[in-house]
């Protein structure tokens, strides 16, 4: 029937978003003839990453992350709880992200979107597997009382990386996260303590202290697309061109987690070593960029 | 029993503010990149964001109207938004009364009839909740819709005022709200002058709710008067940035 002809003919009548929207592909495909895409990155060049901690006041510790368009917000909020029998004296994280109608037009209320309960899963296996958090520090009574700590993720714009932001987010909510002070009353219950006055009572925790945050782990999701390797996709990108790798390393270059789910691009493993490669870099950039929002934040 | 005080004798309420004085106002549009419009605005400690999908087309067949467009509206509380964490942040009764409130408000205002056969969707988040997130949430959905450019008689703002301490009280946060006096959130399109959304409750005699509502509505018009100084900014900066 001659269609690429057909297209062919089209591109020289047609405007330059028309193209974009009826042949996505050719579009791109041009663009990655010359190693560039449509925002004017190079392949393996991630978007501007900005991070602010302490988004959210009430929370005991937040952050808003923002990879390009993509913006993630994350808080931690922590409760008192009596730990199990197994481990009692190990406290709980439990994760948990959302994508509400806000983030993106494919999102409907009461139809969730397929991408949330896929990424809160790979969030809570990477997280809880890495070791970041030492769960005895998580402690208060041995066999009595321990904190939960509830990890919200809330994704307000939708464009791309999601699993990335979203890690990225966690994680700052975590360095940004003060363990509050209690004490213990009369009946043996653990209380938040309110003031400095209230000493009547032993306090169990005598400050507000920070987490101690072991190995953090950094991800960098790319798009392979025949012998191409396009790192932090946007979501066009991700709907054109389906076959994704999400690399986690850790602060020392150890890998933490590979994720390749199927997909239409066979890879051999020197694409996965480039990925390997180009998540070193950006591990990098991240740890510099996660550096500086925490050292912003104590200039008290 | 002590009473507590939530008007000291100077004349201060428990976060400093007068009780004629609204907490601080802040807005800003275009937040969400993916969606046709949005906002976040935050009133004192509230913080909202507002995102407007539309008009599109209708994905529920069964509910098309082809003389006017559909609007739709979801009102969700982040976990973390509350002092303490929420276990069913939407589906829950006080979730889905706020969200048929702001969708019949806005839907008073939109001129549905020039979009026939489509859909709008105003979709809020509250992400801070400090008491007054009803009218935070009625506020930036309508920034949002001036974002999205969908056609409006009038911009619609809202306050909240009420009655504690012999004082009538403009804007209440979370604390004067769950004192027990009565709580009065007014909804107005401001050029107008007319009153679109009108809610009470807890017991109040009818000459001070005159001045009670009174009062909101003048918080709803310094409300307005804020909004259309950052709708102006905005379109400023759009012709800015189209070199006219």
């Given amino acids: 029937m001659g269609l690429p002809n057909a297209s062919g003919d089209l591109s020289t009548e047609v405007e330059v978003d028309a193209f974009r929207r009826l042949f996505p592909l050719r579009f791109f495909e041009k663009h990655l003839l010359e190693s560039i895409r449509p925002d004017a990155r190079p392949l393996g060049r991630a978007r501007d990453t900005t991070i602010a901690l302490g988004a959210v006041a009430s929370a005991n510790g ?38 509400p109608p806000i983030c993106s037009p494919i999102v409907r209320p009461g139809r969730p979107a397929e991408a949330a309960p896929v990424v809160a899963k790979q969030l809570s296996d990477t997280i809880l597997s890495s070791g970041m958090i030492n769960l005895k520090e998580l402690s208060l009574v041995s066999g009595k009382a321990a904190w939960m700590a509830y990890l919200d993720i809330y994704c307000l714009d939708a464009d791309g990386a999601l699993f990335d932001a979203a890690l990225l987010a966690a994680v700052a909510a975590f360095s940004h996260l003060e363990i509050p002070v209690v004490s213990l009353n009369d009946d043996g219950k653990i209380v938040l303590s309110e003031e400095q006055g209230l000493s009547d009572r032993e306090p169990v925790n005598k400050e507000k202290r920070k987490v101690n945050l072991g190995s953090i782990p950094f991800s960098l999701t790319c798009i392979l697309h025949k012998n191409y390797i396009l790192a932090d996709p946007t979501a066009e990108e991700e709907s054109i061109m389906e076959t994704s790798v999400t690399v986690v390393l850790d602060s020392s270059s150890q890998l933490l987690s590979l994720y390749k789910p199927g997909g239409a691009v066979l890879a051999y493993t020197s694409a996965i070593q480039d990925c390997i490669a180009l998540t070193r870099q950006r591990v990098k950039e991240l740890q510099k960029i996660l550096e500086e929002a925490i050292s912003g934040m104590e200039v008290d | 029993m002590s009473k507590t005080e939530y008007v000291s004798p100077e004349g201060l309420r428990l976060d400093g503010r ?62 973390f938004s509350t002092g303490d964490r929420m276990r069913k942040p939407k589906g829950d009764r006080r979730s889905t009364e706020i969200s048929l409130v702001i969708r019949q408000t806005m839907e008073a205002c939109i001129l549905t009839h020039l979009m026939p056969r489509s859909q709008i969707d105003i979709f809020v988040q509250v992400l801070q909740a400090d008491g007054g997130t009803r009218s935070a949430c009625i506020n930036a959905a309508t920034l949002a819709l001036a974002d999205a450019g969908i056609p409006m008689r009038d911009i619609v703002t809202s306050c909240s005022a009420g009655y504690l301490n ?59 008067n804020y909004i259309r100084e950052v709708l102006l900014e905005n379109t400023k900066q759009l012709e800015f940035r189209r070199g006219l």
Wanted: aromatic fraction near 4%.
């Fill in chain 2, 18 to 79: 007068r009780p004629m004085e609204m907490r601080q106002l802040r807005a800003e549009i275009g937040t969400v990149a993916k969606a046709n419009g949005s906002a976040v605005f935050e009133m004192g400690n509230t913080k909202v964001i507002a995102a407007v999908y539309g008009p599109r087309e209708v994905q529920n067949r069964s509910q098309l109207i082809n003389d006017h467009a559909l609007v739709r509206c979801e009102y969700s509380m982040a976990n």
């Fill in chain 1, 62 to 99: 937040s952050a808003l992350a923002k990879i390009g368009s993509t913006t993630m917000l994350a808080a931690i909020k922590m409760e008192v709880m009596a730990p199990s029998i197994e481990t009692p004296d190990e406290g709980c994280i439990a994760i948990d992200f959302h994508m």
């Fill in chain 2, 166 to 224: 012999s004082t009538p009280l403009l804007d209440l946060n979370y604390i004067e709200d769950s004192a027990g006096g009565p709580d009065v959130t007014v909804g107005i399109l401001p050029k107008l002058d007319k009153v679109t959304l009108l809610q009470m409750d807890a017991k109040l005699p009818v000459d001070i709710f005159e001045n009670v509502m009174g009062l909101a509505i003048e918080g709803c018009k310094a409300v307005a």
